[in-house]
């Protein structure tokens, strides 16, 4: 139950080559690369929409026009 060693890691590289093949394997490393590229620009947007609520507090209910008892709101349509 000790360390693997170097040659523990070249026989299970060469099973996965082997299984995977070489393509399947670059395809695997560059889809990951582009979804945690993704995932910083989606976290990054994120903090931006956050930041700028906190900044703007009272522009979060445009359109609302409120009365005593009564809300109105304005209605779009779908084009």
Do not use: Y
């Not at 093949?21 to 931006?48: C, P």
């Not at 507090?57 to 008892?69: L, M, W």
Request: hydrophobic share 45%.
């Amino acid at each position: 139950m000790g360390s693997f060693s170097i040659w523990h890691w070249l026989i299970v590289l060469v099973v996965v080559m082997l299984i995977f093949g070489t393509k399947k394997l670059r395809n695997i490393g560059s889809d990951l690369g582009g979804a945690v590229k993704g995932f910083k620009e989606g976290m990054k947007d994120a903090n931006a929409e956050a930041d700028a609520a906190k900044a703007a507090p009272a522009n979060i209910e445009q359109g609302v026009r409120k009365t005593a008892d009564t809300i109105d709101v304005e209605s779009k349509e779908k084009s």
